[in-house]
C-alpha cells in the first residue's frame, strides 16, 4: 500500500515537472530565458528575455521579446521586442487562439513591470509571420474571452479613472471600451 501511494506520489511529481519544462523546439532557437510560451496552431509562441542582464535580478539591460517557433522545423518565425527588463519583472501569464473574432490566430500576455506598479497585457494578431498590434490592457486581472477582455484592477486608486473592471468588445476590427465599472 505504501508503495503504490510513493509512485503515485511520484508520478504526480513527473507530470508538474513535465507540465513546467520548455517545449525542446522552443528552447533550442531563442537564445534567452524563456518566461511564459503557449502552444500556437502548429508552432510555439513564448515570452523570453533576450540575453542575461545585470543588477541583483540579472534583468537590468536584458529585453522582454516574443517569439513564434515552427515546431516541424525549431525556427523562428517571427521575433519581436516588447520592452526593456528590469527588475520586479515577471510575465503573468501567455496565450494562445483566436480570440477577437474567432478566425485569426492570435497570441496574449501579460507583462508585470512591478508588483506596485502594475501590469499590462497585450494581444497580437499572428499573420503572415509577422506580430500585428491588437490591444494593450493595462489592468491586474485581464481575462480574455470570444470577442471580450475584462479588465480588473486591485482597487480603484490602480485604474487610470477610479473604475475596479472594464469590459471590451471586440467590434469593427477592434477592442472598444463597453462597460465601465
Not at 160 to 174: Q, S
Request: net charge positive; charged share 20%; proline share 4%.
Amino acid at each position: 500500500m505504501r508503495a503504490a501511494a510513493l509512485l503515485a506520489a511520484i508520478l504526480c511529481a513527473a507530470t508538474a515537472a513535465a507540465a513546467t519544462t520548455v517545449p525542446a523546439p522552443v528552447l533550442d532557437a531563442l537564445h534567452g530565458r524563456v518566461a511564459g510560451w503557449a502552444r500556437s496552431g502548429p508552432d510555439w509562441f513564448a515570452v523570453y528575455t533576450d540575453r542575461a542582464g545585470g543588477g541583483w535580478c540579472g534583468l537590468e539591460g536584458a529585453s522582454w521579446r516574443m517569439a513564434l517557433v515552427a515546431n516541424a522545423t525549431g525556427k523562428v518565425v517571427a521575433d519581436r521586442r516588447v520592452a526593456g527588463a528590469m527588475c520586479g519583472n515577471s510575465v503573468g501569464f501567455v496565450e494562445a487562439g483566436r480570440f477577437s473574432d474567432g478566425r485569426h490566430e492570435e497570441v496574449a500576455f501579460q507583462l508585470w513591470a512591478t508588483p506596485s506598479i502594475g501590469a499590462t497585457t497585450w494581444i497580437y494578431r499572428v499573420e503572415s509571420g509577422r506580430f500585428l498590434p491588437l490591444a494593450s490592457f493595462p489592468g491586474d486581472t485581464v481575462t480574455i474571452g470570444p470577442g471580450t477582455v475584462t479588465v480588473r484592477f486591485e482597487n480603484r486608486g490602480r485604474s487610470r479613472h477610479g473604475e475596479i473592471e472594464d469590459l471590451y468588445r471586440f467590434t469593427n476590427g477592434r477592442y472598444r471600451l463597453a462597460e465601465r465599472r
